[in-house]
DNA sequence: CTAACGTACAACCAAATGGTTGTAGAAACA
DNA sequence: TGTTTCTACAACCATTTGGTTGTACGTTAG
Protein backbone atom coordinates (compact mmCIF):
# COMPACT_ATOMS: atom_id res chain seq x y z
CA UNK A 1 0.00 0.00 0.00
CA UNK A 2 0.65 3.72 -0.31
CA UNK A 3 1.06 4.07 3.58
CA UNK A 4 3.10 1.12 3.89
CA UNK A 5 3.05 -0.38 7.87
CA UNK A 6 1.40 3.15 8.75
CA UNK A 7 -1.98 2.83 10.06
CA UNK A 8 -3.82 6.03 9.16
CA UNK A 9 -4.44 6.59 12.76
CA UNK A 10 -0.12 6.73 13.32
CA UNK A 11 0.10 8.84 10.22
CA UNK A 12 -2.06 11.35 12.20
CA UNK A 13 -0.18 11.00 15.37
CA UNK A 14 2.85 11.41 13.66
CA UNK A 15 2.27 15.11 11.47
CA UNK A 16 0.19 16.19 14.74
CA UNK A 17 3.07 15.61 16.62
CA UNK A 18 5.28 17.54 14.25
CA UNK A 19 3.06 20.09 13.50
CA UNK A 20 4.68 22.42 16.40
CA UNK A 21 7.48 24.59 16.67
CA UNK A 22 8.53 23.41 20.08
CA UNK A 23 7.91 19.69 19.39
CA UNK A 24 9.81 19.99 16.34
CA UNK A 25 12.79 21.56 18.58
CA UNK A 26 12.65 18.92 21.08
CA UNK A 27 12.85 15.92 18.05
CA UNK A 28 16.08 18.03 16.75
CA UNK A 29 17.36 18.23 20.14
CA UNK A 30 16.99 14.70 21.55
CA UNK A 31 18.57 13.72 18.07
CA UNK A 32 21.40 15.46 18.43
CA UNK A 33 22.17 14.43 22.09
CA UNK A 34 19.85 12.95 24.67
CA UNK A 35 18.44 14.87 27.27
CA UNK A 36 16.24 14.87 30.49
CA UNK A 37 12.45 16.02 30.61
CA UNK A 38 13.42 18.60 32.41
CA UNK A 39 16.58 19.51 30.87
CA UNK A 40 14.58 19.81 27.86
CA UNK A 41 11.62 22.40 29.70
CA UNK A 42 14.88 24.58 31.08
CA UNK A 43 15.52 24.92 26.84
CA UNK A 44 12.24 26.15 26.73
CA UNK A 45 9.82 29.49 27.95
CA UNK A 46 7.01 27.63 28.98
CA UNK A 47 6.23 25.49 32.47
CA UNK A 48 7.33 22.08 33.06
CA UNK A 49 4.18 20.37 32.53
CA UNK A 50 3.92 22.03 29.08
CA UNK A 51 7.09 20.16 28.07
CA UNK A 52 5.91 17.31 29.69
CA UNK A 53 2.72 17.14 27.35
CA UNK A 54 5.14 17.78 24.19
CA UNK A 55 7.17 14.77 24.89
CA UNK A 56 4.04 13.09 25.35
CA UNK A 57 2.78 14.03 22.34
CA UNK A 58 5.78 12.99 20.96
CA UNK A 59 6.37 9.57 22.76
CA UNK A 60 2.81 8.52 21.43
CA UNK A 61 3.63 9.38 17.87
CA UNK A 62 6.50 6.99 18.22
CA UNK A 63 8.91 10.06 17.57
CA UNK A 64 11.18 9.72 20.61
CA UNK A 65 11.02 7.11 23.47
CA UNK A 66 11.61 7.50 27.49
CA UNK A 67 14.13 5.45 29.80
CA UNK A 68 14.38 6.13 33.29
CA UNK A 69 17.61 6.12 34.31
CA UNK A 70 17.36 6.80 38.39
CA UNK A 71 14.71 9.63 38.93
CA UNK A 72 15.12 11.08 35.55
CA UNK A 73 13.60 10.39 32.39
CA UNK A 74 16.01 10.74 29.58
CA UNK A 75 13.90 11.23 26.11
CA UNK A 76 16.01 10.23 22.80
CA UNK A 77 14.52 10.01 19.07
CA UNK A 78 13.07 6.98 17.55
CA UNK A 79 14.47 7.22 13.97
CA UNK A 80 12.33 4.84 12.47
CA UNK A 81 9.07 6.56 12.71
CA UNK A 82 10.71 9.81 11.16
CA UNK A 83 12.01 7.71 8.10
CA UNK A 84 8.52 6.37 7.31
CA UNK A 85 6.94 9.87 7.71
CA UNK A 86 9.68 10.99 4.83
CA UNK A 87 9.17 8.12 2.97
CA UNK A 88 5.38 8.66 3.24
CA UNK A 89 5.88 11.97 1.74
CA UNK A 90 8.26 10.86 -0.85
CA UNK A 91 5.67 8.42 -2.23
CA UNK A 92 3.11 11.40 -2.92
CA UNK A 93 5.66 12.75 -4.78
CA UNK A 94 6.43 9.95 -6.54
CA UNK A 95 3.33 9.45 -7.52
CA UNK A 96 3.05 12.70 -8.74
CA UNK A 97 5.96 12.57 -10.88
CA UNK A 98 6.30 10.30 -13.65
CA UNK A 99 5.64 7.08 -12.12
CA UNK A 100 1.55 7.32 -11.30
CA UNK A 101 0.95 4.68 -13.70
CA UNK A 102 2.76 2.48 -11.58
CA UNK A 103 1.67 3.70 -8.23
CA UNK A 104 -1.89 3.19 -9.62
CA UNK A 105 -0.87 -0.57 -10.60
CA UNK A 106 -0.34 -1.12 -7.10
CA UNK A 107 -3.30 0.56 -5.50
CA UNK A 108 -5.50 -1.28 -7.86
CA UNK A 109 -4.14 -4.69 -7.15
CA UNK A 110 -4.20 -5.67 -11.03
CA UNK A 111 -1.39 -6.08 -12.49
CA UNK A 112 -2.30 -8.00 -15.99
CA UNK A 113 -2.51 -5.00 -17.83
CA UNK A 114 0.51 -3.92 -19.56
CA UNK A 115 -0.23 -0.91 -20.45
CA UNK A 116 2.05 1.68 -18.99
CA UNK A 117 0.23 4.71 -18.91
CA UNK A 118 -3.58 5.90 -18.94
CA UNK A 119 -5.79 7.10 -16.99
CA UNK A 120 -7.50 3.23 -16.03
CA UNK A 121 -9.61 3.54 -12.95
CA UNK A 122 -11.45 6.78 -12.88
CA UNK A 123 -12.95 6.90 -9.18
CA UNK A 124 -11.52 4.50 -6.56
CA UNK A 125 -14.05 5.77 -4.01
CA UNK A 126 -13.22 3.46 -0.89
CA UNK B 1 22.34 27.37 1.31
CA UNK B 2 20.78 24.09 0.84
CA UNK B 3 18.04 25.55 3.23
CA UNK B 4 14.35 26.02 2.40
CA UNK B 5 12.54 29.13 2.20
CA UNK B 6 9.66 27.60 5.13
CA UNK B 7 8.95 30.09 7.87
CA UNK B 8 7.82 28.32 11.00
CA UNK B 9 4.16 28.82 10.73
CA UNK B 10 4.31 27.61 7.12
CA UNK B 11 5.59 23.91 8.30
CA UNK B 12 3.08 24.02 11.37
CA UNK B 13 0.71 24.65 8.15
CA UNK B 14 1.61 21.87 6.42
CA UNK B 15 2.43 19.06 8.94
CA UNK B 16 -1.28 19.73 10.10
CA UNK B 17 -2.95 19.96 7.39
CA UNK B 18 -0.99 16.57 6.27
CA UNK B 19 -2.26 15.42 9.96
CA UNK B 20 -6.10 14.24 8.99
CA UNK B 21 -6.75 10.82 6.94
CA UNK B 22 -9.22 12.99 4.57
CA UNK B 23 -7.15 16.13 4.36
CA UNK B 24 -4.31 13.20 2.98
CA UNK B 25 -6.61 11.60 0.79
CA UNK B 26 -8.05 14.70 -0.94
CA UNK B 27 -4.62 15.21 -1.64
CA UNK B 28 -3.81 11.81 -3.02
CA UNK B 29 -6.76 12.35 -5.29
CA UNK B 30 -5.91 15.85 -6.97
CA UNK B 31 -2.00 14.21 -7.27
CA UNK B 32 -3.79 11.49 -9.41
CA UNK B 33 -6.53 14.37 -11.40
CA UNK B 34 -7.62 17.41 -10.17
CA UNK B 35 -11.20 17.92 -9.48
CA UNK B 36 -14.10 20.40 -8.35
CA UNK B 37 -14.92 20.84 -4.69
CA UNK B 38 -18.05 19.18 -4.82
CA UNK B 39 -16.62 16.36 -6.97
CA UNK B 40 -14.34 15.95 -3.98
CA UNK B 41 -17.28 16.27 -1.19
CA UNK B 42 -19.18 13.51 -2.77
CA UNK B 43 -16.33 11.49 -2.23
CA UNK B 44 -16.76 11.77 1.34
CA UNK B 45 -19.12 11.31 3.92
CA UNK B 46 -19.31 14.57 5.73
CA UNK B 47 -21.10 17.91 4.45
CA UNK B 48 -19.71 19.47 1.52
CA UNK B 49 -19.00 22.83 3.89
CA UNK B 50 -16.16 20.00 5.96
CA UNK B 51 -14.62 19.33 2.84
CA UNK B 52 -14.50 23.00 1.55
CA UNK B 53 -13.13 23.67 5.51
CA UNK B 54 -10.73 20.81 4.91
CA UNK B 55 -9.90 22.31 1.34
CA UNK B 56 -9.08 25.36 3.27
CA UNK B 57 -6.69 23.97 5.28
CA UNK B 58 -4.67 22.55 2.50
CA UNK B 59 -5.02 25.68 0.54
CA UNK B 60 -3.57 27.49 3.44
CA UNK B 61 -0.89 25.48 3.85
CA UNK B 62 0.15 25.72 0.03
CA UNK B 63 -0.40 22.26 -0.44
CA UNK B 64 -3.30 22.61 -3.52
CA UNK B 65 -4.21 25.85 -5.67
CA UNK B 66 -7.91 26.23 -5.99
CA UNK B 67 -8.43 27.72 -9.86
CA UNK B 68 -12.16 28.79 -10.93
CA UNK B 69 -13.66 27.27 -13.91
CA UNK B 70 -16.89 28.53 -14.57
CA UNK B 71 -19.19 27.79 -11.29
CA UNK B 72 -16.62 25.33 -10.20
CA UNK B 73 -13.56 25.50 -8.10
CA UNK B 74 -10.69 22.98 -9.47
CA UNK B 75 -8.51 21.67 -6.90
CA UNK B 76 -5.16 20.95 -7.78
CA UNK B 77 -2.05 19.59 -6.08
CA UNK B 78 0.69 22.23 -5.56
CA UNK B 79 3.56 19.40 -5.32
CA UNK B 80 6.54 22.08 -4.02
CA UNK B 81 5.55 22.17 -0.70
CA UNK B 82 5.10 18.26 -0.22
CA UNK B 83 8.71 18.41 -1.77
CA UNK B 84 9.96 20.97 0.45
CA UNK B 85 8.15 18.96 3.52
CA UNK B 86 9.65 15.85 2.79
CA UNK B 87 13.41 17.43 2.79
CA UNK B 88 12.56 19.34 5.81
CA UNK B 89 11.99 15.41 7.53
CA UNK B 90 15.18 14.10 5.46
CA UNK B 91 17.47 17.15 6.91
CA UNK B 92 16.48 15.40 10.68
CA UNK B 93 17.50 11.77 9.19
CA UNK B 94 20.77 12.90 7.66
CA UNK B 95 21.21 15.10 11.38
CA UNK B 96 20.66 11.63 12.60
CA UNK B 97 22.69 9.67 9.91
CA UNK B 98 25.82 11.65 10.88
CA UNK B 99 26.28 14.42 8.74
CA UNK B 100 25.66 16.94 12.20
CA UNK B 101 28.34 19.16 11.23
CA UNK B 102 27.09 20.78 8.58
CA UNK B 103 23.46 20.64 10.55
CA UNK B 104 24.85 21.72 13.38
CA UNK B 105 26.73 24.77 11.78
CA UNK B 106 22.90 25.47 10.35
CA UNK B 107 21.30 25.32 13.51
CA UNK B 108 23.93 27.34 15.46
CA UNK B 109 22.44 30.38 13.76
CA UNK B 110 19.20 29.42 12.34
CA UNK B 111 17.06 32.69 12.83
CA UNK B 112 18.76 34.46 10.30
CA UNK B 113 18.05 33.67 6.50
CA UNK B 114 17.76 30.32 6.97
CA UNK B 115 14.38 30.32 8.57
CA UNK B 116 14.28 26.22 8.55
CA UNK B 117 13.23 25.59 11.99
CA UNK B 118 14.34 28.00 14.27
CA UNK B 119 13.84 27.24 18.00
CA UNK B 120 10.65 29.06 19.93
CA UNK B 121 11.75 30.78 22.55
CA UNK B 122 14.74 30.84 24.42
CA UNK B 123 18.38 29.91 23.50
CA UNK B 124 19.38 27.03 22.36
CA UNK B 125 21.88 25.85 24.13
CA UNK B 126 21.64 28.07 27.51
C1' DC C 1 -37.02 33.10 -17.10
C1' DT C 2 -36.75 29.60 -13.78
C1' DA C 3 -34.66 25.85 -11.62
C1' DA C 4 -30.75 23.38 -10.25
C1' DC C 5 -25.95 23.39 -9.20
C1' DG C 6 -21.48 24.87 -7.11
C1' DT C 7 -19.63 27.79 -3.98
C1' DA C 8 -19.02 30.98 -0.03
C1' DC C 9 -19.79 32.15 4.48
C1' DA C 10 -21.94 32.78 8.94
C1' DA C 11 -23.53 30.84 13.32
C1' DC C 12 -23.36 27.30 16.32
C1' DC C 13 -21.65 23.20 18.94
C1' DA C 14 -18.73 19.29 21.05
C1' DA C 15 -14.30 17.87 21.55
C1' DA C 16 -9.44 18.42 21.37
C1' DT C 17 -5.32 21.38 22.14
C1' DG C 18 -1.98 23.90 24.64
C1' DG C 19 -1.25 26.26 28.34
C1' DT C 20 -1.43 27.09 33.51
C1' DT C 21 -1.15 25.86 38.73
C1' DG C 22 -1.13 22.69 42.42
C1' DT C 23 -0.25 18.31 44.71
C1' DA C 24 2.21 14.15 45.47
C1' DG C 25 5.76 10.59 45.28
C1' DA C 26 10.39 8.67 44.36
C1' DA C 27 15.35 9.42 44.04
C1' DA C 28 19.60 11.98 45.11
C1' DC C 29 22.16 14.90 48.08
C1' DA C 30 23.57 17.88 52.24
C1' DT D 1 17.65 12.91 58.73
C1' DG D 2 15.64 16.62 55.94
C1' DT D 3 15.68 18.96 51.58
C1' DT D 4 16.01 19.47 46.93
C1' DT D 5 15.24 17.61 42.28
C1' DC D 6 12.72 15.18 38.76
C1' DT D 7 8.66 13.32 37.40
C1' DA D 8 3.61 12.30 37.20
C1' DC D 9 -0.88 13.72 37.12
C1' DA D 10 -5.14 16.15 38.16
C1' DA D 11 -8.00 20.24 37.59
C1' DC D 12 -8.90 24.15 35.23
C1' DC D 13 -9.05 27.57 31.39
C1' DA D 14 -9.00 29.88 26.63
C1' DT D 15 -8.62 28.88 22.00
C1' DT D 16 -8.77 25.99 18.03
C1' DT D 17 -10.64 22.28 15.44
C1' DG D 18 -13.90 19.69 12.89
C1' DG D 19 -18.28 19.03 12.29
C1' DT D 20 -23.20 20.65 11.53
C1' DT D 21 -27.09 23.64 9.41
C1' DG D 22 -28.79 27.58 7.07
C1' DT D 23 -28.59 31.37 3.90
C1' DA D 24 -27.06 33.87 -0.07
C1' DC D 25 -25.18 34.48 -4.63
C1' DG D 26 -23.20 33.60 -9.23
C1' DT D 27 -23.36 30.25 -13.08
C1' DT D 28 -25.23 26.78 -15.92
C1' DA D 29 -29.01 24.03 -17.83
C1' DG D 30 -33.89 23.45 -19.38
Redesign the pocket.
Known amino acids: MVVETLTNDEIDRIF?AL??A??RDIVQRVIHEEQ???????AY?????????????LERAHLIT?Q????????HSDMGTLGRAERLLRQYQDLWAGRASRMDALLAEDDETTTQNDPPSKGPTP
Open positions: HADTRSVSTLARDVSFAAVQKHVAVKRHGREQIV
